[in-house]
C-alpha cells in the first residue's frame, strides 16, 4: 500500500544517496503535449534537507525538462531499488533552473558539485542545476521491480563535449535545445525563442477563437437553413 508524507525522513534521504540511477518527469500546461520522463545517472542528485532536492543537468539532444520547468515549473523524481529491499520513492514537486552564469549555480555547485565536476573538460557537459522545492513525497513497496547489479557509468557523453569546441557546443545548443518537441521555448543561454513564443501566442489566440468562429457558422448555417425552409421556391 502506498504512503505519502509532506518531507523527506532521515532515512529517506540516507536511501536516495545511495542510489545509481534515478527518473524524472515533466509536461507542458494544460491537456495537450507530450509527457516527458528522463532517466539520470552520474551521481548528479543531492538532497539539501527534508523539503528540497538538486540535480545537476547535462547536456543532451533535447531541452524537455528545462522547457517544462520554465512553463510551469512542475516537476516529478522517482527512483526505485534495484538491490535490497523494494523500495518506491516519488518526489512532487516544482523545480527551477539554474545556468552556469546564474549566482545561484554557482553557490550550489561549489557545495555540492565541484568536487566530482570541477576538470574543466568534464565540466563541459554540464547544462544546468535544477533545484526542486518537494510538496509531497510519495512510497510504494516495488515488489514489481527486478533486482539488476550496477556495473559503472557511461562516459560516453561526458568524453563527447570534452571534446567539443565552445564554437560546436553553441551550434548544437541552437540547433537541438532551442525548444520543446510541442515548441515550448527553453529560454537557454544562447537561444532565440522569439519565433518560438510568437507561434504560441499566435496559437493560443486561434485556440480562444475558434469556439466563437464556430457558433457564428453554426448560427449562421442554422439562419440560413431556416430561410430556406420558410423561401422553399429559394435555389439551393
Aim: aromatic share 10%.
Amino acid at each position: 500500500m502506498g504512503t505519502f508524507r509532506n518531507e523527506l525522513t532521515a532515512s529517506d534521504q540516507d536511501w536516495i544517496a545511495k542510489q545509481k540511477v534515478y527518473f524524472v518527469a515533466t509536461a507542458p500546461a494544460g491537456k495537450s503535449g507530450h509527457v516527458n520522463t528522463s532517466p539520470k545517472g552520474y551521481d548528479s542528485l543531492r538532497v539539501l534537507d527534508s523539503n528540497r532536492v538538486i540535480l545537476l543537468d547535462g547536456r543532451g539532444s533535447g531541452c524537455e525538462t528545462i522547457a517544462h520547468l520554465r512553463e510551469n515549473g512542475r516537476i516529478t523524481i522517482m527512483l526505485c531499488a534495484f538491490e535490497g529491499a523494494p523500495r518506491i520513492m516519488r518526489l512532487f514537486g516544482q523545480g527551477k533552473v539554474y545556468e552556469p552564469e546564474s549566482p545561484e549555480f554557482g553557490q550550489l555547485f561549489e557545495k555540492h558539485f565541484a568536487e566530482d565536476w570541477q576538470d574543466p573538460a568534464k565540466f563541459k557537459f554540464v547544462r544546468s542545476i535544477i533545484d526542486v522545492r518537494l510538496e509531497l513525497v510519495g512510497q510504494s513497496c516495488g515488489f514489481a521491480v527486478p533486482f539488476m547489479d550496477f556495473k559503472s557509468e557511461r562516459e560516453t557523453l561526458v568524453k563527447h563535449h570534452a571534446g567539443k569546441s565552445r564554437e560546436a557546443q553553441a551550434k548544437s545548443r541552437i540547433r537541438d535545445n532551442t525548444v520543446s518537441i510541442d515548441g515550448i521555448p527553453s529560454f537557454l543561454d544562447g537561444t532565440d525563442s522569439t519565433p518560438a513564443l510568437a507561434k504560441r501566442r499566435i496559437t493560443a489566440i486561434m485556440d480562444m477563437m475558434l469556439p466563437w468562429a464556430g457558433g457564428a457558422a453554426l448560427g449562421a448555417a442554422l439562419a440560413i437553413a431556416a430561410f430556406r425552409g420558410a423561401f422553399k421556391w429559394l435555389p439551393a
